[in-house]
């Protein structure tokens, strides 16, 4: 197990390096960054002076080398817009996006879980066409349109539900299910796909035979074991959700780090979208890490290797 663990981690390392050289190198193919700064009314010398007051006459290797340096000691310079360190004001707007991504995947598990098993134990049932249903439509659906047609029922027409905002627990109730909905047909498909092999499986037969109740067998037996690759991938979904929290923050005006990043992107705000595409990068990488480790654990195979 140990060296799949460590080719792994190396994998990991090397797909992080990628990302960051990729993310630092995009701002710069998009366009001269000392002319976005200075405004479309500056003239060359102002230009000009901004270039070398940022560093950006100097060679792009030498930027992302000093950049990248930087950023692996927690320094990722100050906000051109905010005035601030970037580390900083990610630390602070971050706390809400995790929040939310908690909510989000605790959401999703709780109700793909028991769909998944409940459209397993009746196939091609009403139950579990309302399933296949969800998951599609999960697919389909937009995340911005659906927080949209949120807002307008729960919120404009109703009114039990605030549109915008992150002061209560109520602010949190809608922008967790469209988060948690975008994780909800990955996870309800794996969990109906493994329950149905599982409940096909000889053991099953043999516990059944035996007498054991229907209950035991199903949530003994069968769920324990099919729930193993659910785990696994619920890690993964959480690292698309915090990088997918841009667009929920955005419609319901969470001061996370994703609105952070939509403020950025629009007021030209180099340093802070760099070191955010390089941290929801991360989140992904980490949990796709610790998703492959926990697979390669709880794999007898693996573990005895």
């Known amino acids: 197990m140990l060296p799949f663990i460590l080719k792994r981690l190396g994998l990991a390392l090397l797909v ?35 270039r070398r007051l940022y560093g950006f006459d ?100 109703l009114g039990w539900l605030p549109p915008s905002g992150a002061a209560s627990w109520k602010h ?3 922008p967790t299910v469209v988060l948690g909905y975008y994780a909800m047909p990955a996870i309800m498909r794996l969990t109906r796909a493994g329950m149905l092999d599982v409940l096909n499986s000889d053991y099953i037969r043999t516990a059944r035979a035996k007498g054991a109740g229907e209950g035991r067998v199903l949530f003994k037996h069968a769920l324990r074991n099919a729930i193993i690759p659910v785990v696994s991938l619920a890690a993964v979904q959480m690292g698309f959700m915090l990088g997918g929290s841009i667009v929920v923050e955005s419609v319901f005006a969470l001061h996370g780090a994703g609105y952070l990043a939509w403020e950025s992107i629009a007021r030209n705000d180099l340093p802070t979208v760099q070191a955010l595409i390089l941290v929801f990068s991360m989140f992904y990488i980490v949990f796709t890490f610790l998703a492959d480790v926990l697979n390669a654990w709880l794999d007898p195979r693996m573990r005895s290797s």
């Open 58 to 157: 100097r060679p792009m290797l030498v930027q992302y080398g000093e950049w990248l340096l930087s950023a692996v000691q927690g320094d990722f310079g100050e906000s051109y817009y905010f005035k601030l360190p970037v580390a900083s004001l990610i630390a602070e707007r971050l706390q809400v996006t995790m929040l939310l991504g908690v909510c989000g995947i605790s959401f999703a598990l709780l109700t793909a879980v028991p769909l998944g098993v409940v459209a397993a134990i009746r196939p091609n049932s009403l139950i579990d066409r309302v399933a296949l249903f969800l998951s599609v439509a999960g697919q389909a659906m937009p995340s911005f349109w659906f927080g949209l047609i949120l807002i307008v029922i729960f919120s404009i027409t």
């Open 172 to 174: 949190f109730i809608m």
């Open 16 to 50: 992080a390096f990628t990302v960051s050289f990729i993310s630092f190198s995009l701002l710069f193919l998009s366009g001269d960054p000392a002319a976005a700064l200075a405004g479309e009314t500056a003239s060359g010398e102002d230009v000009e002076a901004i």
